[in-house]
């Protein structure tokens, strides 16, 4: 179950599912050789570096070889050469003499082809892929059961090169070939493809490629791949120290070390050939490093967008919080604490909220109080019909004569008023009272007007903050909004230090005034109390924390529902300031009760009602006095 538990975890973690598919990239790039061509590119431009001027290799070329080669080989033979090797397209006649060879004649003796690695020429096959007994394996005892590479340390100019016509002439000292093995083959045309090979491009003899490889051969310079098990190995942990390293360091050393590692790869993969007759993949190393740092600013970019989403989220929570609850925005529907803001303070017989559907304009019913959605009786649902169009005209609430619930009575009253802020039509509100003899219609339209004007705004507002929290969390707008300076996040985590420093020395100011006091948001819900009042609720066991505005308004003062509710209505709607007396266990208090007004360079969207909350502040009346005889006395 934990295992369980922690792969859900990880689902949600990005950055890690991120570093896992590099480590595939690694992996992959190894299995599919995806890299090849950056380490034969670089192979063919390390090879020119070294220089040598020895070898046991000789080239003679024949302008007509089907018929001189058996005299040229006669006279070649005289010098008593290792080898004589006859390359010819057509078979020839071959001579009974132990060292030459005629591989395209004896079927059993083959000299291997130079196979292309991306695009170069310098691999030598394996004996393995081979159906005949390799030349080399003959002359040089050469057994490789890997492909390898040519060294192409010779010089061109050091290999021995003659035409058949100096060696019939005797134009060639017996130092030159003697003990030597010799290539013979027909002189190349000049219309035959170049070769694409170190020291050789613009070349067009085939016997090049074939002397480079008797040389490597014959001075047991032949260089080995890396073996693929190793490379991966290598990699793994190349890609474990760069991302330690590159989280660690700066952008720029970043750059630096990945730039400077072409330097060191190359250098490293030079001394291995040079020293060890082995060829590191350091294409492919180079193409690791740099993907690895590209891997690190995508994933620092996406994480730290994450984290800088979180971040701005909480700080408009705790900024907008004195004013809008958490909870509201967190929510993935604002209708339930309108509904609870609605329910304390408007005594209504029915209401229902319906919502416009986006990019349409027709309506669906959202929250019924005290009534049920299938409590309507009015069958349309668009807004550019009546009843709708008729409180959108008059941009406020109507009466309307056509049932929309079911179920009415006689004497109630049924209402339309439109939600709308700032043109934007987010939905429509249906009420219906039940008058009594001190219902004031005219009073309660304008309430309920203004209540309406402050809920639109309330949806206004949460559209526009979740429609861009939804387009900040793409992940192609936290890649397009990449930046490589100091962090953002970083900057807004130290606005929150200095504003969690600002708001904890005011909560500690009003922790500690004398009175016992305790601050409702605007849907009664509590946002801070005090030690006096804590030590208050616990004297007069009263769970302040499980109570609403309304609740403690009339538990404390003793007042019927209906009462409370006109006067928490007349303090937010007027932003007034009331007292009221309260008795608790014989003792008598103070109760006053007073909005607090938002400030006038607030944003509108953090002031719904222009009201941040409500206060309640109980006042001991038998310590005033106290207090007041005290300072008399201390004045007399």
Request: charged fraction near 20%; hydrophobic fraction near 45%.
């Amino acid at each position: 179950m934990a295992v369980f538990q922690q792969l859900l975890r990880l689902r949600h973690q990005r950055a890690f599912w991120l570093t896992v598919s590099l480590f595939a990239i690694v992996m992959f790039s190894n299995l599919l050789n995806l890299f090849q061509a950056s380490n034969a590119f670089l192979y063919q431009a390390l090879e020119p570096l070294g220089q040598t001027q020895q070898t046991n290799i000789v080239l003679v070329n024949s302008d007509n070889l089907s018929n001189n080669h058996q005299q040229l080989v006669s006279k070649l033979h005289d010098y008593k050469p290792k080898a004589i090797i006859v390359l010819a397209d057509e078979p020839l006649q071959s001579l009974p003499i132990d060292n030459v060879f005629y591989p395209y004649s004896n079927k059993s003796y083959c000299v291997p082809h130079v196979i292309a690695w991306a695009t170069y020429q310098i691999q030598i096959p394996s004996q393995e892929g081979l159906n005949c007994i390799s030349i080399w394996q003959e002359i040089f005892d050469y057994e490789n059961n890997q492909i390898a590479l040519i060294d192409f340390k010779l010089a061109v100019a050091a290999l021995p090169k003659f035409s058949a016509q100096r060696v019939l002439n005797f134009d060639v000292m017996s130092e030159q070939l003697e003990n030597k093995v010799i290539i013979v083959g027909q002189k190349a045309s000049s219309f035959n493809v170049q070769i694409h090979a170190p020291k050789l491009n613009g070349l067009h003899d085939p016997l090049l490629l074939t002397a480079y490889m008797a040389d490597s051969i014959d001075k047991n310079t032949v260089v080995t791949l890396l073996k693929p098990t190793y490379s991966i190995v290598i990699e793994l942990i190349l890609v474990v120290v760069l991302l330690f390293s590159f989280q660690k360091l700066s952008l720029f050393y970043s750059f630096f070390i990945a730039f400077m590692s072409i330097f060191v790869w190359c250098t490293i993969g030079y001394f291995f050939v040079e020293s060890m007759q082995i060829y590191i993949p350091i294409g492919q190393y180079i193409i690791l490093t740099f993907i690895t740092l590209l891997w690190i600013l995508v994933v620092r970019k996406v994480t730290e967008d994450a984290e800088l989403n979180v971040v701005v989220n909480n700080i408009q929570q705790k900024m907008m919080g004195r004013f809008i609850p958490q909870s509201f925005i967190d929510q993935a529907s604002p209708w339930d604490p309108i509904i609870q803001l609605i329910s304390q303070q408007l005594d209504l017989e029915k209401s229902i909220f319906l919502a416009r559907k986006e990019d349409d304009h027709r309506v669906v019913e959202i929250r019924a109080m005290n009534c049920n959605l299938d409590d309507i009786q009015e069958m349309r649902r668009d807004y550019q019909r009546t009843p709708y169009s008729n409180a959108l005209k008059s941009l406020g609430i109507v009466q309307i004569t056509r049932p929309f619930f079911k179920h009415v009575s006689a004497n109630e009253i049924e209402f339309m008023v439109p939600l709308v802020y700032a043109g934007d039509v987010r939905g429509f509100w249906a009420l219906s009272v039940i008058p009594n003899t001190q219902f004031n219609q005219q009073a309660f339209e304008k309430n309920v007007n203004r209540f309406a004007a402050q809920v639109a705004e309330l949806l206004f507002h949460y559209h526009i903050f979740k429609a861009t929290e939804r387009k900040n969390k793409t992940l192609i707008n936290q890649l397009l909004n990449l930046r490589l300076h100091e962090p953002t996040s970083q900057r807004v985590k130290r606005s929150i230090d200095e504003m969690e420093q600002k708001m904890t020395t005011l909560e500690m100011v009003f922790s500690h005034t004398r009175s016992a006091n305790i601050l409702f948001n605007l849907f009664g819900q509590v946002i801070q109390t005090n030690a006096a009042l804590e030590q208050f609720a616990k004297q007069h066991q009263i769970a302040v924390f499980e109570m609403t505005a309304l609740d403690l308004l009339c538990r404390c003062c003793k007042l019927d529902t209906e009462v409370a509710k006109g006067k928490l209505r007349y303090v937010t709607l007027n932003k007034a300031e009331i007292s009221l007396p309260a008795k608790l266990n014989n003792r008598n208090y103070t109760l006053s009760i007073k909005a607090l007004n938002t400030d006038s360079s607030q944003t509108a969207s953090g002031e719904p009602f222009q009201v941040s909350g409500i206060l309640f502040e109980f006042i001991d009346n038998h310590a005033v006095i106290d207090e007041q005889e005290a300072t008399k006395e201390d004045q007399s």
